[in-house]
């Protein structure tokens, strides 16, 4: 919530001082460091959560430090792929992910490399129990930004320098998350029974990367489809569209607190619930959380459909243009709400594989109806690629847990919901 706040913060203070048009461009910046970063992770960020307390629980920290350092190498060969292809077509080629910001092609490469060591040190910290740090690394980003953001306006920096001065905190955590990881195994380690470990204890790079495909899959398909419709906007339409969509982003995401809250007990919950083989349990906990889920977001949505018009007002009137463009986007929020976290649903009763077919899937058609609606109708077209999409993965994965289960996370006291 309050990294959510600080987020609303620097993204006013940018529309205030400097117009939709910078505020767009920070979201296209963003957008292609992120995507970028997701695929170089390959989804090392979500195996570290996996593995990691796995070793510690079968050996001992020292090992789980070295299977870190593989996942460290595998991340890196990634990285640089990534890196050197978006250099290639950025420079050589037509495509671009930022049409019109090709000046700070550098400093994207640079937020990408760190972003991708930050994300997966992130994850280590959590990985390895030390959820405090874990917590200040989640929340820091935000604050930081909005910092950053109060001093260039404060310095009257010019729009030209603006994004270097703004994404600096970035640059610093990067860096910062290194040395917390290597100082908390070395808190770990210390005082620990080293065992010498065979190679073979270890898992093969081979073997690891085979493990992190389908979460890769779901990881990237999801960036897609939240940071896809961002660059598309800034390719066909203007940079003042993109800042005002991103702004619609902000508030809307207000909507989705409380999903977000209530997945954070949902997996683990689930998790258990599923391992005891107690169904009854299950089924009943999964429908009373979507209930809950789906009555809390709903009156968010309303709240913010009553009162948009005067909080889009604080940022500037050209912020009322595209309104029927944040109705979609409620919308939504609220199909995904409806159906339940059936994502996690699947990943946490072992049918991670299928959600990740779904995603594929919804991220394919993502992609084809941002190509084909935003030339034709701008922001709604990307609003409404979003919605389209969100629904897809919703109702397949609703489908495979009913054809596997005979019930759906859906609230209702039927025989076959």
């Known amino acids: 919530m309050l990294g959510l706040i600080f987020g609303f913060l620097a993204s006013f203070?940018?529309?205030?001082?400097?117009?939709a048009d910078l505020v767009g461009n920070v979201a296209t910046i963003t957008s292609a460091f992120t995507l970028l970063s997701l695929v170089a992770l390959f989804g090392n960020q979500t195996l570290v959560l996996k593995v990691l307390p796995e070793f510690i629980e079968k050996y001992n920290h020292s090992t789980a430090k070295r299977v870190y350092f593989q996942l460290i190498i595998i991340t890196l060969y990634f990285t640089c792929g990534v890196v050197t292809t978006w250099l290639f077509l950025e420079k050589f080629t037509a495509l671009t992910l930022i049409r019109g910001l090709e000046q700070y092609t550098l400093l994207v490469s640079t937020l990408l490399v760190l972003s991708v060591f930050r994300r997966l040190n992130?994850?280590?910290?959590?990985?390895?129990?030390?959820?405090?740090?874990?917590?200040?690394?989640?929340?820091?980003?935000?604050?930081?930004?909005?910092?950053?953001?109060?001093?260039?306006?404060?310095?009257?920096?010019?729009?030209?320098?603006?994004?270097?001065?703004?994404?600096?905190?970035?640059?610093?955590?990067?860096?910062?998350?290194?040395?917390?990881?290597?100082?908390?195994?070395?808190?770990?380690?210390?005082?620990?029974?080293?065992?010498?470990?065979?190679?073979?204890?270890?898992?093969?790079?081979?073997?690891?990367?085979?493990i992190s495909l389908p979460m890769f899959g779901v990881t990237?398909?999801?960036?897609?489809?939240?940071?896809f419709d961002i660059l598309m906007l800034n390719y066909f339409t203007s940079s003042s569209a993109v800042g005002v969509y991103s702004i619609y982003i902000k508030i809307v995401a207000i909507t989705a607190l409380a999903t977000q809250s209530i997945n954070a007990m949902f997996a683990p919950t689930v998790?258990?619930?599923?391992?005891?083989?107690?169904?009854?349990?299950?089924?009943?906990?999964?429908?009373?959380?979507?209930?809950?889920?789906?009555?809390?977001?709903?009156?968010?949505?309303?709240?913010?459909?009553?009162?948009?018009?005067?909080l889009l007002g604080l940022y500037g009137l050209?912020?009322?243009?595209?309104?029927?463009?944040?109705?979609?986007?409620?919308?939504?929020?609220?199909?995904?709400?409806?159906?339940?976290?059936?994502?996690?649903?699947?990943?946490?009763t072992g049918h991670q594989v299928s959600f990740f077919r779904i995603m594929l899937i919804a991220a394919a058609i993502n992609i084809g109806l941002n190509i084909i609606l935003i030339p034709q109708w701008g922001s709604s077209g990307a609003a409404a690629a979003t919605l389209f999409s969100i629904a897809t993965w919703n109702i397949l994965a609703t489908r495979k847990i009913y054809m596997t289960y005979k019930y759906t996370l859906i609230w209702s006291r039927g025989r076959y919901a």
Do not use: C, W
């Open 220 to 227: 990237l398909s999801s960036a897609i489809i939240a940071h």
């Open 122 to 210: 992130t994850k280590t910290l959590r990985g390895l129990g030390d959820y405090k740090i874990y917590s200040l690394f989640e929340l820091l980003p935000p604050i930081l930004l909005a910092s950053t953001a109060t001093v260039a306006i404060a310095l009257n920096t010019p729009e030209h320098y603006f994004q270097y001065v703004y994404f600096l905190p970035l640059l610093i955590m990067g860096f910062l998350s290194f040395i917390f990881v290597s100082k908390t195994f070395k808190f770990k380690i210390k005082g620990e029974n080293n065992i010498l470990e065979s190679p073979a204890l270890l898992p093969t790079k081979a073997s690891l990367m085979r």
């Open 271 to 310: 998790s258990r619930l599923f391992s005891s083989n107690k169904e009854h349990e299950l089924k009943s906990f999964a429908k009373k959380t979507t209930l809950l889920s789906f009555t809390v977001t709903l009156t968010l949505a309303a709240i913010v459909f009553l009162f948009h018009k005067p």
């Open 318 to 348: 050209e912020f009322l243009k595209e309104t029927p463009t944040l109705y979609l986007l409620l919308l939504a929020t609220l199909v995904s709400s409806f159906f339940g976290s059936v994502g996690l649903y699947l990943n946490m």
């Open 13 to 19: 203070l940018i529309a205030r001082n400097y117009g």
